[in-house]
């Protein structure tokens, strides 16, 4: 057996799910399926979007698989590089929105609310802080959502996704707004959050491989 934990061979591991788990590989076939059917987002885009979320949930074999899928329906290196740029910036947003949680910890006068949507009011004293980070911060959000390879619309799409990933409802809050203003509909959303629900089921399927590589370990 191999130390390395990672190698593409693993994968062949999960041909043995159809014999130990027979309805559950099949309802995860079948979800998947559905996820990626063609719909109001086209494949391609559902991949890209893919692509991200397979970096919020750190699964090597999920961006492998889907970096594939994605460049054999067209997408560019460029796209699928801008798509992951707005997960890292997602994903810095998350930690900037959740200071507000911080501030209200050290208030005495904060409520027993931890999610409130007016905490973001208090985002300026995490800039009066740390002045120069929050500037970068800020200056490197604006860079990722910006017009590129992909449209500020479609950007905007993937944050939403990414939020959900995240777990983070300012993020979801706040680019799930920006997105309406850029003309998303309700079911392309909608269609982008189930590719992160199948991504994040995905990332625990695909890790099975290391179970039954470990478990077969003597």
């Known amino acids: 057996m191999t130390d390395i934990f990672y190698q593409k061979s693993h994968a062949q591991h999960l041909n043995q ?5 027979p309805n559950q590989t099949k ?3 079948d979800f998947n399926k559905g996820v990626f059917k063609e719909g109001v987002l086209t494949t391609k885009e559902k991949e890209i979007i893919a692509v991200s979320i397979a ?5 090597p074999y999920c961006i492998d698989t889907h970096t594939k899928n994605a460049k054999k329906e067209g997408a560019s290196l460029e796209e699928l590089v801008e798509a992951v740029m707005v997960t890292s910036a997602v994903e810095a947003g998350g930690a900037v929105t959740h200071g507000t949680n911080m501030h209200n910890a050290l208030s005495e006068e904060a409520d027993d609310t931890l999610y409130e949507r007016s905490n973001l009011k208090h985002l300026n004293r995490l800039g009066q802080n740390a002045k120069d980070a929050f500037e ?4 490197f959000n604006d860079a990722a959502m910006e017009e590129g390879k992909l449209s500020k619309k479609f950007k905007e799409i993937v944050a939403v996704a990414v939020g959900h990933a995240t777990l983070c409802p300012y993020c979801i809050d706040v680019h799930t707004k920006n997105a309406d203003k850029q003309g998303a509909t309700e079911e392309e959303l909608s269609e982008a959050v189930l590719v992160a629900s199948a991504m994040l089921a995905g990332g625990s399927y695909a890790h099975m491989a290391n179970m039954i590589n470990s478990y077969g370990e003597d």
């Open 27 to 29: 309802a995860f076939s």
């Open 136 to 139: 970068g911060y800020s200056k």
């Open 17 to 21: 799910l159809e014999e130990l788990a």
């Open 55 to 59: 970096h919020v949930t750190q699964c």
